[in-house]
């Protein structure tokens, strides 16, 4: 059984920074595209930021220059930093993984349960 779990999310002032976390667990063969998405009431959700399995990344252009991701493949990680927050940003944070399960042969795509950041004015 794959999972994706988050961590990290909260309440912060505006300006201030947060740091996500997101770790697949379970059998995994292999992991390939891993991103951030997020998502308001309402709202559809959409791509904060994505990084493949050789650290190319994509953003937001709402996020770009303040967010950063990265990832661990060691750890099966990957973690989004987030500096000089807005009210704006203020969204339920989804952790996105295209990957492999163990025993498998073909590609499957993951979510996790989410975690929210509030940032305050």
């Known amino acids: 059984q794959v999972q994706l779990v988050e961590s990290g999310g909260g309440l912060v002032q505006a300006g201030g920074s947060l740091r996500l976390s997101c770790v697949a667990s379970?059998?995994?063969?292999?992991?390939?595209?891993m991103g951030w998405y997020r998502q308001t009431p309402g709202k559809q959700r959409d791509l904060v930021a994505g990084?493949?399995?050789?650290?190319?990344?994509n953003y937001a252009d709402s996020v770009k220059g303040r967010f950063t991701i990265s990832r661990d493949n060691a750890k099966n990680t990957v973690y989004l930093q987030m500096n000089s927050l807005k009210p704006e940003d203020t969204a339920v944070y989804y952790c996105?993984?295209?990957?492999?399960?163990?025993?498998?042969?073909?590609?499957?795509?993951?979510w996790g349960q989410g975690t929210q950041v509030t940032v305050s004015s």
């Open positions: 990084i493949s399995s050789g650290n190319s990344t």
């Open positions: 379970g059998s995994i063969f292999s992991i390939n595209v």
């Open positions: 996105n993984a295209f990957l492999r399960p163990e025993g498998t042969y073909y590609v499957r795509n993951y």
